[in-house]
Every structure is written in C-alpha cells, then in structure tokens.
C-alpha cells in the first residue's frame, strides 16, 4: 500500500461527533470503534501540535437531536475540544456551507485534510465532495466514521456496513482517498 502524504499543515476535520446520534432513533449503526479511532487521532494530531477543526452541528430543526440545548448537542467524550481548540458551528449537512472554513484553510495555507465523523452518508459525504471539489486533497479513514442502516430508493433495508460502504465507493477516487487510520498513524510517526 502507498504511504499517504501528510504534510505538516493537514488539518484534522473532525465532523459532527456529537451525543446526538446515541439517541435510538437513528437506527443500528456500524463501526462501533469509530469515536475511539478518532480520538487516537486526534491526539496524534495534538502530540504534533498540528491544525484541527471540530464541526458542531447546531441544528434549527426542532426534532432534531443536534439542536442546541439539549444534551445531544455536546461533543462525544472521546473528542471532547480542548478550550484554544478551534469549534466550526453549522447549520446544513456540509462544513463548507454557511461557514468561513474555506475562507480559513486558505489562510492558513492549507490543501490537505484528513476527515472523519458521521454520518458517513451525510455531513461526512456532503463535506467531503465539497473540499474535493474545492481542490482539497482529502484522506477519509473509514475506521473514523460511521453511519446507520436506512432504506435504500427501492425501498430495501440496507446495512449500516452497506450504507458505509456505497458511500465510501462513491467518494473514493474523485473525491479522497479512503485509507484507513493505522495508514495516517504511520505517516505521522514517520515524519
């Protein structure tokens, strides 16, 4: 497997991990390490003393679990952001709308972001298809997210393993490059 390029200004993306999806009514989901993923790399990332960004969900729908003042809204304990931490709130499935995160990766020199969260069918994929199309260069550690089973258009149960999967397909190759964090952990330790 090719070694993956991290240069020094990567930004780690750590998407809308936030207690909200504990709730029972997203379902069944995969990947039940994921949190625990991104929280060794997020230390990683803080070791090095390199840029992340934590993306708040702040929903204004008002059966949302996201919204605002309820106890979904906090950030998962494995991620909790440190108080000089930088906190991304939005309000639409991608980080790039409504907000000033092009604006800042763009001063601070950056192209290079390393994405994880949930759910990987939704603000993760949204996110993730914007800074490819932003020119970004995009890794996606598919032990660092995850997402929930759903009906597919057909109206077929598909598997949160299923979910994850198509959506990774769809992103890999024209949007980032799937890996997986064991990858990332070894570009770090090698620089």
């Not at 906090?74 to 709308?97: C, D, G, M, R, Y």
């Given at each position: 497997?090719q070694?993956?390029l991290i240069?020094?200004?990567?930004?780690?993306?750590?998407?809308?991990?936030?207690?909200?999806?504990?709730d029972?009514?997203?379902?069944?989901?995969n990947n039940p390490?994921?949190?625990?993923?991104?929280?060794a790399?997020?230390?990683?990332?803080?070791?090095?003393?390199r840029?992340?960004?934590?993306?708040?969900?702040d929903?204004?729908?008002d059966s949302?679990?996201?919204?605002?003042?309820?106890?979904?809204?906090a950030?998962k304990?494995?991620?909790?952001?440190?108080?000089?931490?930088?906190?991304?709130?939005?309000?639409?499935?991608?980080?790039?709308?409504?907000?000033?995160l092009h604006?800042?990766?763009?001063?601070?020199?950056c192209n290079?972001?390393?994405v994880?969260?949930?759910?990987?069918?939704?603000?993760?994929?949204?996110t993730?298809r914007?800074?490819?199309n932003l020119?970004?260069?995009v890794?996606l550690?598919?032990?660092a997210?995850?997402t929930f089973g759903r009906?597919d258009?057909?109206?077929n149960?598909?598997s949160?393993?299923?979910?994850?999967a198509m959506?990774?397909?769809?992103?890999?190759?024209?949007y980032?490059q799937?890996c997986?964090?064991t990858q990332l952990?070894?570009?770090?330790?090698?620089?």
């Amino acid at each position: 497997m090719q070694p993956l390029l991290i240069p020094d200004n990567s930004l780690l993306l750590l998407v809308d991990l936030q207690c909200a999806v504990d709730d029972p009514s997203w379902g069944p989901r995969n990947n039940p390490q994921a949190e625990t993923v991104a929280g060794a790399l997020l230390s990683a990332w803080r070791q090095q003393r390199r840029p992340l960004c934590h993306v708040r969900h702040d929903s204004q729908e008002d059966s949302s679990t996201y919204r605002p003042g309820q106890a979904g809204h906090a950030f998962k304990p494995e991620v909790i952001p440190l108080p000089e931490e930088w906190v991304l709130a939005k309000q639409t499935n991608s980080a790039f709308i409504g907000t000033d995160l092009h604006a800042r990766l763009q001063q601070m020199a950056c192209n290079t972001l390393i994405v994880v969260g949930v759910a990987t069918s939704n603000s993760v994929e949204a996110t993730v298809r914007m800074a490819g199309n932003l020119g970004y260069r995009v890794y996606l550690p598919e032990d660092a997210c995850f997402t929930f089973g759903r009906n597919d258009w057909a109206g077929n149960w598909r598997s949160a393993d299923e979910v994850h999967a198509m959506s990774l397909a769809n992103l890999h190759g024209e949007y980032c490059q799937v890996c997986h964090s064991t990858q990332l952990l070894a570009a770090l330790t090698a620089v």
